[in-house]
Each structure stands twice: as structure tokens, then as C-alpha cells.
């Protein structure tokens, strides 16, 4: 009975950690991208990213463009770190195309 148990919660775990996706969004400022220009930084956030510690700014990472392309994510390495660390660093990706 113990060992059925222990099956079914290493299966819904297993499932658990399959099943879960980076987020991601994107901002067009002005016409968007004119270029290929890419500036891209790391976003620091503790306690399962509610806290922010550094943030990056968009509209300094474009250095005075009118058009450019904010695309904001959470890549598979930001991912792997906030699981090594249990949730306690969160870090997301900005890239800033020009």
C-alpha cells in the first residue's frame, strides 16, 4: 500500500515539474525593431520572484531609440537556477531590440 503510495506521488510530481512553462511577454515601442541591435540583462527577484533586487530598465538598455522591441522572459537557465535554489532567486531575461 506504502509503496503503490509512493509511486503515484513520484508520478504527479514527475508530471508537476513536466508540465510547467516559462512565461514571456513582449512590448513594441514606437514602430518596433528597425534593427538587430540586441541588448539583453538579467532581472533579479527573491522569494519566487515577488521581490525584485534589480531590475532592468528598457528604456535606458534602447540608449535613446524611439523603436525598439522589449521582450521579457523566463529562459530554461533562469528557470534551472530558481529550481536549484528552491524558489529563493528568480531571475527573468530582458532583451531590448533596436
Request: proline fraction near 2%; aromatic fraction near 10%.
Amino acid at each position: 500500500m506504502i509503496k503503490k503510495s509512493m509511486k503515484i506521488m513520484a508520478v504527479v510530481f514527475a508530471t508537476s515539474m513536466l508540465l510547467t512553462s516559462c512565461h514571456s511577454y513582449t512590448s513594441v515601442v514606437g514602430s518596433g525593431a528597425q534593427g538587430n541591435n540586441e541588448t539583453t540583462i538579467w532581472n533579479h527577484y527573491v522569494v519566487f520572484g515577488l521581490a525584485p533586487v534589480g531590475v532592468s530598465d528598457s528604456k535606458q538598455m534602447a540608449d535613446g531609440a524611439e523603436n525598439y522591441t522589449v521582450f521579457t522572459r523566463q529562459s530554461f537557465v533562469n528557470g534551472l537556477v530558481a529550481a536549484i535554489t528552491f524558489g529563493l532567486y528568480s531571475p527573468t531575461t530582458t532583451t531590448v531590440t533596436k
